[in-house]
C-alpha cells in the first residue's frame, strides 16, 4: 500500500510512470478513492439527439444502433425532418445539435448510393455538411457530429459548419480487429485510423470529443496503452475537449449478448485510472444514463462532466438507457459539494484559447453562455473569459 501510495503522489506531481506503476495503481483504485480527485463544477449539455442515417457498413459485435436497409428500423433522416426536430429542441432550451450516423453506408449500400445521388450528394458526409448548414442557417443550436472515421479534408469540410467532432478511439489494441473480438469486421474501428484522425483534428484545430470503451474484450494494460496515447496527442494539440470513460452495455441480438458487463470496481478503477493518467489536460465524462453506481461515486473518481442530455430525444445509441432526470444530477453533484450547471458553452469556450474557433460560432457560442447562471465561486473564471473574448 505504501509502495502505492508513492507511486499516487509521483503521477499527481505530473511525474511520468510506466505501464506497470499505472496498473499498480490500478489495483490501488479498486478499493481506494482517492480524494484529490472531486470535482469543483459538474457539467452537462443540453442538446438534441439527430440520428442522420443509421445505415453503417461496419459490424460492432455489441452495436444494435447500425441497420441494414431492408430492415423496416432502417431510416435516413430528411432536411426537414432534422429542421422539425431541431426547431422543437430550441423551445425545449436545447443548445446542442448532436449528429451520429453510421460509417461510410454508401460504400456498401448501392440502394443507399443512388438515394444520395438523387439529392444530389456524393457521399454521407457531404450530406451532413448540408444537413449542419441548414441547422445553422435556421437555429442558434451549435452542431457537435460524431460521424465515424474521416479523412482530413472531409474534416477541414466539416470544420466550417460544425462547432466540434467527435469519435470515439475504443481502444488502441488492434487485437479487437481479431476474429471473434469486438470490432471484427469494422474497418473504420481500426484503431490506427482512429488516432490518425484526432491527430488531424488537433492539427486542423477542431475541438474535439473522444474516450475508451471499457469490457469489450480488452485488458487494463491495453485501457491504460489507450489512456497515455490520448495524453500523448493532448499534450501535442490540446484540442480534445473530454475524454469518455464508457463502460460496456450488452444488447440482444448482438454478437456479444452473452459478454459480461464490467465490474463496477473495476469500471471506477478506470476512471480513476483515466483522471490519473489525463489529469488537467482535458475533462473525463462518463454517460450517466448507462451507470451501475451511483452518481456521486462517478465524481468522486473523477467525472466532472455529464455529456449530452436530451428533454427531446433517446439515445438512439443506447434505447434501453434512459437519460436520467436533470434533478437528479443536480442531487449526485451537491452530495459531493460541487456545482451544476448547464455548461456545454463554457467548456468550449476553453477550447476556443486552444483550438481556434470560426467567428461565427464564437459569436452563436458568447450568446449562449452569457445567459447562463454562474456560482460565485465561478465568477473569476467567467468575467475572466469575458475579458478574453473582448480582446479577439
Avoid at 24 to 30: A, P
Wanted: hydrophobic share 35%; aromatic share 10%.
Amino acid at each position: 500500500m505504501l509502495y502505492a501510495e508513492e507511486l499516487l503522489l509521483k503521477a499527481k506531481e505530473g511525474k511520468s510512470l510506466a505501464i506497470d506503476e499505472y496498473l499498480e495503481l490500478y489495483e490501488l483504485f479498486k478499493s481506494y478513492t482517492p480524494s484529490c480527485f472531486k470535482p469543483s463544477l459538474v457539467t452537462y449539455s443540453r442538446k438534441v439527439f439527430i440520428p442522420l442515417t443509421n445505415l453503417c457498413r461496419d459490424s460492432c459485435g455489441y452495436c444494435t444502433f447500425a441497420k441494414k436497409p431492408w430492415e423496416s428500423s432502417a431510416k435516413t433522416y430528411t432536411i426537414s425532418e432534422v429542421l422539425e426536430v431541431v426547431k422543437k429542441a430550441e423551445a425545449l432550451g436545447c443548445k446542442e445539435a448532436l449528429f451520429s450516423l453510421g460509417d461510410k453506408p454508401e460504400l456498401v449500400y448501392p440502394e443507399y448510393a443512388e438515394f444520395l445521388k438523387k439529392m444530389g450528394f456524393k457521399s454521407t458526409i457531404e450530406y451532413l455538411i448540408h444537413a449542419c448548414d441548414q441547422v445553422n442557417k435556421s437555429s442558434a443550436l451549435l452542431p457537435h457530429v460524431n460521424p465515424g472515421t474521416l479523412s482530413w479534408s472531409q474534416m477541414k469540410e466539416l470544420r466550417r459548419v460544425c462547432a466540434s467532432m467527435g469519435v470515439m478511439l475504443e481502444n488502441v489494441s488492434e487485437r479487437l480487429m481479431e476474429k471473434g473480438m469486438a470490432h471484427e469486421n469494422c474497418p473504420d474501428k481500426h484503431p490506427r485510423a482512429r488516432l490518425a484522425m484526432i491527430k488531424a483534428a488537433g492539427n486542423l484545430r477542431i475541438p474535439f470529443t473522444t474516450g475508451i470503451l471499457v469490457g469489450i474484450g480488452e485488458n487494463v494494460r491495453e485501457r491504460v496503452e489507450s489512456l497515455l496515447a490520448l495524453r500523448a496527442i493532448q499534450e501535442q494539440f490540446g484540442h480534445i475537449q473530454e475524454v469518455i470513460i464508457q463502460n460496456f452495455r450488452p444488447k440482444k441480438g448482438t454478437r456479444m449478448e452473452r459478454f459480461n458487463e464490467p465490474d463496477t470496481r473495476d469500471f471506477l478503477a478506470t476512471i480513476s485510472l483515466a483522471k490519473l493518467v489525463l489529469g488537467d489536460l482535458t475533462t473525463i465524462q462518463a454517460p450517466p444514463n448507462l451507470a451501475r453506481a451511483p452518481l456521486y461515486e462517478y465524481l468522486e473518481r473523477g467525472v466532472s462532466d455529464f455529456g449530452g442530455i436530451s428533454p427531446l430525444t433517446m439515445d438512439y445509441i443506447n434505447p434501453e438507457a434512459p437519460w436520467p432526470h436533470l434533478g437528479w444530477l443536480k442531487k449526485s453533484s451537491r452530495l459531493m459539494g460541487s456545482n451544476s450547471a448547464k455548461d456545454f458553452a463554457s467548456t468550449l469556450v476553453t477550447s476556443k484559447k486552444r483550438a481556434g474557433w470560426t467567428m461565427c460560432f464564437w459569436e452563436r457560442l458568447k450568446s449562449t453562455w452569457e445567459k447562463m447562471v454562474w456560482s460565485n465561486q465561478n465568477g473569476k473564471r467567467f468575467r475572466r473569459y469575458r475579458k478574453n473574448a473582448k480582446k479577439r
